[in-house]
């Protein structure tokens, strides 16, 4: 083995630690019999040579040895070597949309090179895996079908063998690695989809001869990704009963494979620390490949809403915790980026807040927390729960707890029934950042109970000190509506430092909204907006006309920033002509001179400009084709834009064809396509329905 190793000059090469004297030592260690030393050598390749998925000279060099490697009988391990290859190849990375670390052209160049030779050199080897998929070594064929697939051209030769290997193959763990292969190869190459989904649905409606549960699921996913037309009508059917089936056969399974099973290596890699993490975060689920497929289910139906819903609905339901916790976070994803029937989702996510286990009481409310414009359903548990009480006074980090976070949640849905225990965590604890927009969500008669408490702390507390602490205060503030804060807002506002420039923006939003300030602040507010210097003159002219009008200096000021360079700025003063309504109608020159200039106020400021042209003009044949622009310009000016039109009346009758394609769309209009921890603004998406819905009963 390793012919040829030592005659390489290892050291003219490099890693992403120096020179690659040390190369042969960790190849030779992968071909260990003990599997500490595999396990140390492996570490060392992903650590160095193959740095978070960087390539070297060395990186190329090993190619060949990782091959022998694979090709040597019997040898412990080579199914991990095979995923290394895989990376190293890089599935068909693209070196233009790569960072590389130098502006040196030549550099560049021969990293590229090197890149593309490690590719071409891994892909011209790859005929060898054909001969392995009846190795003994089940680990190894698992390895295979995925790498052969990503790395052999012909991919009629691989699909020939997959299939030839899917009627022989035994091991139910390689033949799901085959169910994946043939699901990702008609995926890459539609022309066999047809073959592949011939194959996948004999798997996964075997008739007569009942196969592996969890084969099933898998062939059930990979239908779901490639021919989802051949879908079996009862599908979330099928896979919930295989979930049960599974969950029922891995419990017989359990003791046995506890009694059988290999000691693992231990060693203090990289690799030993995330394979014991992995396996600590797992424990409690009973078939966790199986939670993955399902995981994988749900992303394969994409926008069969009705399917993933019940789907998620049984896997809410479940006796096994660690498909619960899965489906807390899929509910996250799923209630925040499509349009269902939600309602039972909500509610039974609501549930988990019953449980004694503080870490699913605290997952369910962090994702009903973001979820407070559906949240309804959950609300009498929310509720239960926090009546309740804590086990202890909401001191700091009380929001970390799991009271905390079904306070939170209860809370976010402007819930009065939260009132009482906010007022406790503003006497004791820290001030929750959304405090005011829970405010803002509440009766003011219920939100008015946490007046006197919000008077004391914001009265005491040094904005110097606690910036951040600051800015959640006024917003909260401001949001009572209430004259008391007037005073106390209006100290904060002369703040000095940098720390006190930091709260002075939200100072003058505070008191914009508030619409009240003490006299003596009316001549600071003037000299503020008057300031050219300064990054508040927008909102300064907000706030100077909400107290006291004086359209003869707010109006210069905030023409001044609507021409601003920076875009930020033209948005913020966008706002706030917006709120002066028709009063600002002497700015409708400026904002038609941005209108004629799309390029430079596309995004957010298209949206915020439309607005305030509607707002200050009330000219609707004006406003309409600017309005227009800003839906198409970015998907989050679209709630706002259908907010003017449900404003326009029947004059929003060219919206309506828009509008009924928006709303007939199952995925929310925020929806980018995001996986994994990805949450969306459903309330924003739930106001853009009512509008919506309210534009098309008054126009048909």
Known sequence: MFTGIDDIDWASMGHAYGDASDVPDLLRGLASAEAAEREIALDGMYGAVHHQGDVYDSTVACIPFLYELIATSGLPGRGEVVDLLRSIDGDGRDVEEMDFWSDDEDEHEAWARTITRAESDTRARSGLLLDLLDDPEAGLRRALPGALVQLHDDSAIVLAALRRRLAAEQDVG???????????????????????????EA????????????????????????????????????????????????????????????????????ISYLRRLKASQRGSVKAPWATDLLGELHHALDDRVAERFALLEDQLRSPDWGQRREAIDMSGLLLTGWRGPHEDAVWLLGEQTREFDHRIVRWASSELALLYAIGGPAAGALAERVAAGPDHLPQAQWDETSYGAVLSALAAQGDARAVQWLVEVLRFGHVPEELGDWIDRMDPDAAAALLPVLVRRISEIDPVDWPQRTESLLKAAAATGSPEFAEPIAHILRASGSQGAQVRGAALRALAR???????????????????????????AAALWAVGGELDTVLPVLSESLMAERWYQRHDALQAVARMGTEAAGLLPGLRRLVENPEENGGWVAGALAVALWQAGRDAEESMPVLLRAWSAHHDNRSDVAGIWAQMGSAAAPAVPLLRQELAAVRRHNNTGGTGRMRYRCADDERLLRHGRAVLQVCG
Do not use: N
Request: proline share 7%; hydrophobic share 40%.
């Open 174 to 200: 390689v033949l799901r690695a085959l169910a994946t292969a043939l699901g990702e190869l008609a995926v890459r190459h539609p022309e066999f989809a047809d073959q592949s989904g011939d194959a996948l």
């Open 203 to 270: 798997l996964a409606l075997p008739g007569d001869d009942p196969t592996d549960p969890g084969l099933r699921l898998a062939a059930l996913v990979q239908l779901a990704r490639c021919t989802a037309g051949r879908l079996p009508d009862r599908t979330v059917e099928t896979a919930i009963g295989v979930m049960r089936e599974v969950r029922e056969s891995e419990e017989e399974k359990a003791d046995a494979a506890a009694k059988d099973a290999e000691p693992v290596a231990r060693t203090t890699t990289l």
């Open 514 to 540: 508030l619409g009240i300030a003490p006299p003596e602040t009316v001549p600071e507010l003037r000299e503020l907006a008057r300031d050219a210097e300064s990054y508040h003159r927008a909102d300064a």
